[in-house]
């Protein structure tokens, strides 16, 4: 099956003053028709640049993007203009128009296409329902709270019926429990319309909510991609690790410096893996970390141990926990 979005050797450059900056090197990436893709990375790493080289807002110093087999840099700015009405875009600060009230946000894009009034005020009404705001039609943005204001502007990219929809650090500016309401609203649109979403963020507990696949970008190189269950159980490059263990704080209990993060699957979650090694072995471990993240509506449970002093004791464990097909990485430098 032919990608909806396929990047080939995607490059951009910018000319400062007295030097050049590379924002993106060499990107190919293939993300497929009604998948919620996510595209990760730390401030700065280029990914806001990559998407706005996915409709062309900015044009690629060299590579390919297509399009549903189209190739972006060969269409008249006529064409390349028709082609963006398919893709829409929310983002961090809303960009609604704070002079109009909800439902003539709503009504802009149709307005514009040339659709007659009423049908475009009908039309907005259905969309205001579907993102849960039809009691707030006549209110104005400065009346809104930010997740009301998000859910308005993915009303409005929902009246040009893309095809696919950009979302650049869209939930970046709201609280945790809006995020993973307007989260939830996002992947409601895709199951329902088809729609294909780009979640462009730097938090990977967004990927994780509702994300399939995932790309790190480091640097404006791509690290690593693969489905988000792949990267979370085994991550390999040092970016992908190091967005994973956010948040994970390192402590010293007992004497030794070797750490393994294991990650439970669905049949080893139910077992008392940890207390059955501590049993066979008649050593202690020392848990510094576990928690239970949401990968896409699975939970997945995930530890840091700390090992015995003693390497080949350490050794029969790290044997014990991959016989019990837990996914095991050791972690360098973990302890003091």
Do not use: W
Not at 44 to 73: H, Q
Not at 189 to 206: D, L, R, S
């Amino acid at each position: 099956m032919e990608p909806i979005i396929k990047i080939e050797h995607l490059s951009k450059e910018f000319k400062l003053k007295d030097t050049t900056v590379t924002a993106l090197n060499d990107v190919c990436l293939d993300i497929n028709g009604g998948d919620i893709y996510g595209i990760i990375g730390m401030s700065g790493a280029g990914k806001s640049t990559l998407v706005r080289c996915l409709n062309f807002l900015e044009r690629p110093t060299g590579g390919k993007v297509y399009i549903d087999g189209r190739d972006l840099s060969e269409l008249s700015e006529r064409e390349l203009r028709e082609e963006r009405k398919s893709i829409g875009m929310i983002f961090q600060h809303f960009n609604l128009l704070m002079q109009r009230n909800v439902i003539d946000n709503v009504c802009f894009p149709m307005e514009i296409a040339g659709m007659k009034k009423a049908e475009a005020r009908r039309k907005a009404m259905e969309y205001l329902q579907i993102v849960g705001l039809e009691e707030k039609a006549k209110a104005y943005p400065a009346q809104l709270s930010g997740g009301q204001k998000q859910r308005v502007a993915i009303a409005r990219v929902l009246a040009s019926d893309p095809k696919i929809l950009l979302c650049d650090e869209a939930t970046s500016a709201l609280d945790p429990q809006t995020t993973k309401s307007i989260l939830q609203l996002l992947k409601e649109i895709n199951q329902q319309y088809g729609i294909t979403i780009v979640v462009i963020t730097h938090e990977m507990a967004v990927v994780q909510e509702i994300c399939s696949h995932v790309a790190i970008i480091d640097h404006g190189s791509l690290a690593e991609h693969g489905t988000v269950e792949q990267i979370f159980q085994a991550p390999k490059s040092r970016e992908a690790k190091r967005l994973i263990y956010q948040g994970y704080e390192k402590v010293t209990e007992m004497k030794g410096r070797r750490c393994v993060r294991i990650v439970f699957s669905e049949n080893s979650s139910f077992e008392p893996v940890i207390a059955n090694m501590v049993l066979a072995f008649k050593l202690p471990v020392n848990i510094l970390y576990a928690n239970t993240r949401n990968l896409d509506g699975v939970a997945k449970g995930e530890m840091i141990l700390q090992l015995p002093e003693d390497r080949a004791a350490g050794d029969k464990m790290i044997a014990h926990l991959k016989a019990a097909r837990l996914s095991v990485e050791e972690l360098i430098d973990y302890v003091g």
